[in-house]
């Protein structure tokens, strides 16, 4: 440990120049979909959200807008945030299609008001809330849920993706085993770390010029924070990987019976 460890506020604004240094890597690369946020995130959010045309819905760190657009076409009015100024200026470029249903933001999900002030000047409180694949991303998460308990519905549902703190991180390594020829291989994680939260720096994509930091919780860390601040969880998923084709690679998720991702619905506690 460095005798002068960083502030949370000094690691965040750290973390905001490393995603805006990022950013048009990350957009070349995410585009307009493919990959993970085709495959699977974007149609298990989907389905636990449930989105109703008319619907006012906030997505929180929507990174170049990818799902912003697609709850657009599903007929949603969105609120959509993140707190890279370069991010959220490609979002705004790749929007040309329904424009009057997205509105962007440049907000930082660990300051309260930044996110309250999402709510608009009429206060009118969301349907629907959205983080995908971003928490993992916040030193500190308390905010997020907080902020986001008090801006929804009384009825009204955050869902969330996010790295499976179990499986997925810098603490797991992959492990492909052939014990004989004539035997299928077999597929295993090694967890190294779990209990300890922690900060880590990796990548997520390949061409990224720099390192991102990544904020690891075990379970009862990340979802005791949602549940002490105003939310409940009434439903919890962890799909399988699948792939197209019979993977090539070893290191292909879909040979590992456990996943990469968690996705978690919350709704305000009554
Ligand atoms: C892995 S990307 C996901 C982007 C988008 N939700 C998607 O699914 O394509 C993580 C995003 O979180 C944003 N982010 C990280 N920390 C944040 C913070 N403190 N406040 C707001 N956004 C943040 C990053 O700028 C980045 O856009």
Redesign the pocket.
Same mark, same amino acid.
């Given at each position: 440990m460095s005798d002068n460890p960083k502030t949370i506020d000094q690691l965040?604004a750290e973390?905001?120049d490393i995603?805006?240094a990022n #950013?048009e890597a990350?957009d070349k690369r995410?585009g307009g979909g493919g990959g993970w946020?085709s495959t699977i !995130? #974007?149609p298990m959010v989907e389905k636990m959200l449930n989105i109703q045309p008319g619907e006012r819905v906030l997505? !929180? #760190?929507?990174?170049?807008?990818?799902?912003s657009r697609r709850l657009a076409e599903l007929g949603a009015a969105v609120v959509a945030?993140?707190?890279?100024p370069k991010?959220i200026a490609l979002a705004k470029q790749r929007t040309t299609e329904r424009t009057e249903q997205i509105e962007y933001h440049v907000?930082?999900?660990?300051?309260i008001a930044?996110l309250l002030a999402l709510v608009g000047k009429d206060g009118q409180p969301f349907d629907a809330a959205?983080?995908?694949?971003?928490i993992m991303?916040?030193?500190v998460i308390e905010p997020?849920f907080r902020a986001v308990a008090q801006m929804l519905k009384p009825d009204g549902r955050f869902v969330f993706?996010v790295m499976h703190p179990c499986f997925n991180g810098q603490s797991i390594s992959m492990q492909a085993e052939l014990p004989d020829y004539d035997q299928e291989p077999t597929y295993s994680i090694k967890v190294s770390r779990y209990l300890s939260a922690e900060a880590t720096k990796g990548l997520?994509i390949r061409e990224q010029p720099l390192q991102q930091y990544y904020w690891h919780r075990p379970l009862h860390l990340l979802l005791n924070s949602a549940f002490e601040n105003g939310l409940v969880m009434d439903r919890l998923e962890e799909p399988q990987m699948i792939a197209e084709m019979p993977p090539t690679n070893a290191f292909a998720w879909a040979n590992y019976d456990m996943p990469p991702l968690l996705f978690v619905r919350l709704r305000p506690a009554k």
């Open positions: 965040n973390s905001r995603w805006d #950013a990350w995410i946020q !995130i #974007a997505d !929180i #760190a929507c990174g170049n807008g990818i799902f945030s993140d707190f890279s991010l907000a930082d999900a660990t300051d930044q959205v983080c995908n694949n971003a991303d916040m030193p997020l993706s997520a």
